[in-house]
């Protein structure tokens, strides 16, 4: 298993900050990485909330199906997704800090084939370097729509 946590302070107050991060639709516009984001289910965001999301990787359009496995407004929500043999969590606090949001982001892989196990110690460079960079960037675009308005 691998995790990685990064976090950011947002000068904006909680409900703003989570209604920002939790408004998928817009996350193409927001998100640079994002290039497509389709809704697999209808209503309004929450647990069960399913999507196909498409985010350069690499150079590489890549395409992953998530879900929204937990949602406590406007703390918390969790996503889950399953991707050549590995299984995602990624897991978003929000918490009041002054007059700003401390966003907290963690994530975490972990193995589920015999593969993926293999390839483990060269995914925990990877978690370490790149993802860690890839989710700072997503963090300071989300900071600088929650401080703009």
């Not at 647990?47 to 929204?68: H, I, Q």
């Not at 293999?118 to 370097?129: E, K, Q």
Request: glycine fraction near 8%.
């Amino acid at each position: 298993m691998s995790k990685l946590i990064v976090n950011t302070l947002v000068a904006a107050p909680l409900d703003a900050v989570f209604a920002v991060y939790t408004d998928l639709a817009k996350a193409p516009e927001r998100i640079p990485e994002i290039t497509a984001l389709e809704l697999l289910t209808e209503g309004p965001v929450g647990k069960g909330t399913r999507w196909r999301e498409t985010r350069l990787m690499f150079k590489r359009e890549a395409v992953e199906e998530m879900e929204m496995t937990s949602f406590d407004a406007p703390h918390s929500y969790t996503v889950e997704a399953n991707s050549n043999g590995m299984r995602y969590e990624t897991l978003f606090e929000f918490v009041a800090d002054g007059d700003g949001t401390r966003v907290t982001w963690t994530f975490t892989g972990t193995a589920l084939t015999f593969g993926a196990k293999i390839m483990a110690p060269i995914m925990r460079l990877f978690f370490n370097g790149i993802m860690r960079k890839c989710m700072q960037q997503d963090l300071d675009a989300l900071r600088g729509v929650c401080e703009t308005g």
